[in-house]
């Protein structure tokens, strides 16, 4: 079984993490992701900042774990947001509406006295509804 081909380093201030990725987020990798994220759940943090600047590739599966970590982590009252995407990953948030999940301003913008800030500060994520579009052209069922 091949290794997956992602680093994941997590740095903690008390209710706040900065998790930095770098490598690849495919098939393989998504469940180490996934694993990741729950775990700052688990360790009661609640504002989960990812920084993607190192990542060279992202897939749906790891687009996925994102959704599913952003989903959890709002319903616990936190927020997740991923930072510095390179331009393909850029492109799939954008493509298929998941740019609410970036951070507009770059990581280092961060001040590092937000790590004290209350859970009830982190901004809580838009509900997406997402509209429906037929699967087959030509008006086929």
Known sequence: MPVPQLTIHRHDQRRRTLITLAGDIGLESAPLLRAALAQCLSDGIRIVDVDLTPVTFCDCSGLNAFLYAAQR??????????????PSVGRILEVTGCGFLLLGLPLWHLSPSLGNVPDTAAPALPHRSVPLVPVFSGGAR
């Open 73 to 86: 982590t709002r319903e616990a009252g936190g927020i997740l947001r991923l930072h510095n995407p390179a």
